[in-house]
């Protein structure tokens, strides 16, 4: 009988532990979520180490290119002085002055053009046609400068040149007064009748 009353105490132990056990879960208040894992911090690398930088070799500095400048082209200021002494009849000082523009070392082509321009139109055609031939080849739209030069060449007596010259300025010139009288002259001129 103790062996009963054992057994039944035993049971009945487990059964009001059931109970209890039933009792604190559903009367208690719900047990809490668990939350859900923090999301893994940032993770920094490791710290590493200063590495000594490199020490780049050295690099030449580039030689500066020495190749010549060309300045712009100025006409230079005594081309005024020279205009205005031929402006005042004052022909034989204008001429000076622009030869000696023309003389100085390395005259601009805008200078040695406006000289033999200069030349030309204060009547010193020879010292103009020394000047064109200076000048060079024409470039397109030096068209007036041609004729001058055509002009100069008829007065020193180079018609076949002063012809071919003129034929080249023709078609590009206005045509006035002067130009229509120049040209019939140097036309005539280099025509076999002409020379009879």
Known sequence: MRRNAAVAGVLLGVFLSACAHHKTTTDVAPAPQREP?????????PALEPQPMPVPAPVPAPAPSVAPQ????IIDPTLDQAASLAANNQTDQARRVYLALLNQANVSRQTIAAAARGLYRIGAFADAVEAFRNLGTFNRGEEDLRYYNAVSLFETGHYDDAKKELACALPYIDITSDVARYRDKIQKMGSPQAMK
């Not at 894992?37 to 690398?45: K, L, M």
Request: no cysteine; net charge negative.
């Open 37 to 45: 894992a923090p999301a893994a911090a940032a993770v920094e690398p």
């Open 70 to 73: 060309t300045p712009p082209p």
